[in-house]
Structures are given as C-alpha cells and as structure tokens.
C-alpha cells in the first residue's frame, strides 16, 4: 500500500497544477485582454493606479472582452457549420451547448437552505432499505468473462480509444490528457524513428493499475472523491462524482470484458449500437403494428426518480457473480459499493448535525455561519478567509488613521515603519496563531502589505520616464528595506510556524460544502470506530476516561 501511493503522488507531481489561463473555460480569452489584465494588476499591486487611470484602463480590458466574446461566438458558428455540413449533428449540438454554457451567467451557488434540502435527500436515497421478496434468478449459464491482470497493450488501447478528453479531474486534478500525454511519450520512446520521449510515467502507471487489480487495495488518494451538484430546474439539483482517471481506466477495462456477457435484447445502454435512440425506434415500431393488426397496445412506463443512486448495489453484485464475473472484478465492484456506503453514512452524520437544535430558556438559538467568537471570527466550515477579511478591513482603516497624521508631521519611512509594523501585529495578524493560510489568503494580506510600503516610501517609488513614457518600478525587496519591513510571511510565520506553508487539515475545505469536499474514507472509517467504542465506553463508565481522552 505505502509503495502504491508513492507511486501515486509521483505521478501527480510530475503533472504539477494548471494555470487558470490555460483552463479551457479561459481559452476564448486573447493575450492581449491577459496583458491588460496583468497591467492594471501590477499597478494595483505597487500602489500607483489612480482612480481616472483605472476607469480608463477598466474601460479598455471590458471593450477588449467583447472582442473576444464576438470572436468566440464567430469561431463557436464556425465549428458548428463545419460539424453539421459533415452530418455530425451531435457533435455540433454539443458545441452549441458549450457556447451557450461559457456565454450566459452562471447560477449562483448553493446557499445554506438549499444544503439541507439536498443533504436530506441524499441522506433517504442513500438509505439502507431491505429488498422485497426472494433474489432475482439467474437462470444463464456463467460466460467465460476474463479476470486476469490487464496487460500494456489492453490499458493503452482503454487510454487511446475509449478516454474522452476535456473532463474535469478529481481531487488531484490529474486529468484523461495527462495520461495520454505519458502514452506519447512511451510510444516516442519505443519508435526508433523518433527522437526524445520518456516512457517513465507511462511504465509507472501500468504497475500502478496492475497492482490495484491484483491485490484490491487501493491508494488512498484515489478514494476522495468531489461531489458537485448540477442544476436542473426548478430548485433541483443531480450530484455527480468526479472520479480520478485512474478509476476511469479500470472501470472501462471492466466494461469491455463485461462485454462478453449476452444481454437481453430489451436493454438499451452499455450495449453496443443499442442506446436511447434504438428505444425510440422499437417503441413506435411496436406502435405502428399494433395500429396495422388493428388491436390494443397498452404501455406502461415506470419513471424511477434517482434510479442509479437508490439501485440495490448489494443485488446487483450477486448478479454479476451469478453471470461468470470473477475473483478480481468482484473485488474491485465491492470496493466501489463499499465507498459509496462510507459517503452515504457522511451524508447521514452531516444531516443529523444539521437538525440538531440548541434552546436556552425556551428559545431556539438562531445557527449561523460565521460567529464572532472572544473577537475572533469562527466560520462552520473551519475556514479562515472571514477572519482574514475581517482583520483586513480593520487595518486598513487603522493605517489610514495613522498615515494621515504621519504625513502631516512628515517623518521618515523607517518611523512610518515602525508605526505600520504596530498595526499589522497588534490588528492585521490578531489571532493568526490559529489560522490556516491559503495561497489566495496569503496573497491578499501581501497586496496590502506591498501596497502600503510603497505609499510609505519615498525614494523607491513608481517614476514615469518623461521622454518614453514608461514607468520604472522599483522591486519589492528595495522597498521593504527603506521603509524597515519584511514580508508578511516572515511576520506571520513569527507568530505560528507551525501552521505557516501546511495543508488544511484533512476534512476541512476551501468554500466548498459538504459534499464538495474531499473525502478520505480510511480516515472516516478509523474515525468512526473510533468514536463507536468510545460512545460503548462512556455508556458503561458514565465519565471519560483519561486514555479515551
């Protein structure tokens, strides 16, 4: 297990994380709207963008966007002609509707009733509930469906022909086009007609999709698992899981080996050249002879609401054994429901907090999201970001107050300094002890800290060079040290190393509900017994005991 999620974690640095630039929502975007967006960033950020300068320059990068709109909007038509002049008509739907998707408003996001709501149901869709009556019979002799441990040539022709690019990627964010990019490389590697390529991260993966199938376990970085809730009208919503591609690669293998099996003729989906259209079609030609012989037809359609999520899985895994499914596929099908119990009983244990209800003298107490808390700012999902906001704005209106006074007594930089220095200590950074910093929340106390010392200083300044017009801005570093100042990492990391540059604790998020999170379900399961035998405990004993503390 160590050896697969070293492996695992290999893999994803090697990917390394992707730029929002290059994300293909922001591919419509020309260089030209990023420069502009870069200057007026960078004037922010040194402190020097007036406020006519950035009206004018905010007029610019909003009339280059619909340039870029207009330009998107006439190579989207281009696509869709060129795709339906070739009879591809799906395809140039399916670009219409990635149009139509990148041009109009996004909904907003789900608020705190709309949680519950899709919290309770998920908790009765998730439920375990007996089955009626005897099993169903399989009455088929056992296909020869093969079990063996998939080779190179068998995953490379999954990753080649049946992976679909553009999808969103898991909790890692490792992506369909990583793992093809690591087949071109092996394929450049083995063609000796071509120069270059690297096979590494190719052979990596294959003992890594091999060793899953062999034994059953499974690193446990692939087990989180983001639910993200789409929606569909009318106050509804459908949560789908974003899945690693490494599940996808084994879940297709199953797929096609599963192929073997005859199914009946009246099912339609995952058979091939039998999907929703070859439904139609049977449908109104059972209609249409009736209507020949002249005799009734009665129909009867059964709309299952949630059907995928609300399947006996149990069952279904009988049936499967049943039709010849062997040792290895078995195992890896009784994983997935296995998680998928883990998350159900999350779903559960989320809910019941959720309806728990606190009064004193008789009134309920109102829940509320964030809470000021001895003055500092508690958020119901562990996040710091309003606490840093919070503190932010108090800053920022405590400095004002000072360097007004500082620069009607005109001092020095290094005493404007040591005044910012009291500010930033005793107002911006109150309570950091506590705090887990983010990138983006370690990003907006710099801008304000950068920003400051450059209205402080007064020879390591922004200057315009009269003849070319080009501005000369002095490095951060040059600043900092006239004014007397380090950067706020350094002053943050004074007062709690020990949570400066870490991870979020695992459980917590970045603004993301429940079911967004990641999960690890190792870590919920040992929690859970943990928490089981403690509960017995403390039933028996009535107290806590000093080793269940």
Known sequence: ??????????????????????????????????????????????????????????????????????ARAENAAMEIEAKLNGGDFKAGWTIAKRWYRAATDRGPKPCFETMETQTTERVELYGKVEPPGEP?????QPFGICDGTPDDDEIRDVVKYHMKSGRAGGASFLRAEDIKRWLRGIEQEEDPERSGGCGRNWRRFV???????????????????????????????????????????????????LNEVKFHDCLHGFVTKRGCGTAGL????????????????????????????????????????????????????????????????????????????????????????????????????????????????????????????????????RVCGMFYRAVIQSVLLFGSESWVLTDTAMRVLEGFHVRSAYRMAREHKPRKNNDTGVWRYPSTEEVLEEVGLLTIRQYASADFDLCLGEERRRGTSKRLWWWEQRMDL??????GDVISVVARDEESTGSWTDEEV
Not at 4 to 9: K, L, P, V
Not at 247 to 257: A, C, H, L, P, S
Not at 522 to 527: G, I, P, S, T, Y
């Open 207 to 257: 003992s890594l999709i091999q060793m899953i199938w062999e034994t059953g376990t499974v690193p446990k970085q692939m087990l989180w698992v983001i639910v993200v809730l789409i929606p569909k009208g009318g106050g509804d919503y459908r949560g789908i899981g974003l899945l690693e591609p490494f599940w996808k690669v084994v879940e297709i293998i199953m797929d096609k080996r």
């Open 522 to 527: 190792d870590l919920a399961r040992e929690m």
């Open 1 to 70: 297990m160590p050896e697969m999620e070293t492996i695992f974690e290999e893999l994803k640095e090697e990917v390394g994380g992707t730029s929002k630039r290059d994300l293909p929502h922001n591919q419509w975007i020309s260089d030209r709207t990023w420069t502009l967006v870069d200057y007026r960033a960078m004037l922010k950020t040194r402190g020097s963008l007036q406020q006519r300068g950035e009206r004018n320059l905010s007029r610019r990068i909003n009339a280059s966007f619909r340039q870029d709109r207009m």
């Open 282 to 413: 049977e449908a109104k030609l059972t209609q249409q002879l009736a209507y020949i012989r002249q005799i009734p037809l009665y129909g009867i359609f059964l709309d299952l609401r949630k059907a995928y999520d609300a399947m006996d899985r149990e069952r279904c895994l009988e049936i499967l054994q049943g039709y010849g499914v062997g040792r290895n596929m078995h195992r890896n099908y009784c994983r997935a429901a296995t998680e998928r119990r883990v998350q159900q009983q999350a779903a559960v244990n989320s809910a019941r907090a959720l309806d728990v209800t606190f009064k004193a003298y008789g009134q309920s107490l109102e829940r509320v999201e964030v809470f000021k808390y001895l003055g500092r700012l508690l958020a119901m999902d562990d996040n710091d970001m309003p606490a840093v906001r919070a503190n932010l704005k108090k800053a920022r209106k405590c400095w004002t107050m000072f360097s007004r006074l500082l620069t009607g007594e005109n001092m020095s930089p």
């Open 136 to 140: 169903i019979p399989i009455n088929v």
